[in-house]
């Protein structure tokens, strides 16, 4: 299998997901929900720490299309359309088939925004 795909094998199911459709990662406890471009919402049982681990040491490079965004998300920053650190709202969209705003703090996404900004410059 290549580094396109992330594989979960539980005792009763296998999920397969290719990473370049998933919008966000979401932390619920000790589980992480994986929301998809088409509105799929799998969950694991997995801590976002350990996916955040997971994603690094599986795709490597690729990882930096991810980003992690305080104690409750992993974006996939492909699909940023907006961040408002004053609204706390982040927008994750392809501007064409969907839209998912976020509740995010205001450090959490200023620094994200800081970031974004010294990747633009450094390109």
Do not use: W
Request: contains cysteine.
């Amino acid at each position: 299998m290549n580094n396109d795909y992330l594989l979960f094998n539980t005792r009763d199911e296998m999920l397969r997901i290719k990473v370049q459709n998933v919008v966000y990662f979401e932390s619920d406890g000790n589980y992480t929900h994986m929301v998809s471009v088409n509105k799929l919402r799998p969950s694991v049982c997995m801590s976002l720490g350990n996916m955040e681990k997971l994603l690094a040491a599986k795709l490597r490079d690729k990882a930096s299309m991810f980003i992690r965004v305080g104690r409750r998300y992993i974006v996939n920053r492909n699909f940023i359309y907006m961040l408002s650190p004053v609204k706390q709202r982040l927008v994750l969209s392809d501007m064409a088939t969907f839209a998912y705003q976020l509740e995010v703090s205001k450090d959490a996404l200023s620094r994200m925004k800081n970031l974004l900004t010294e990747i633009s410059k450094q390109k």
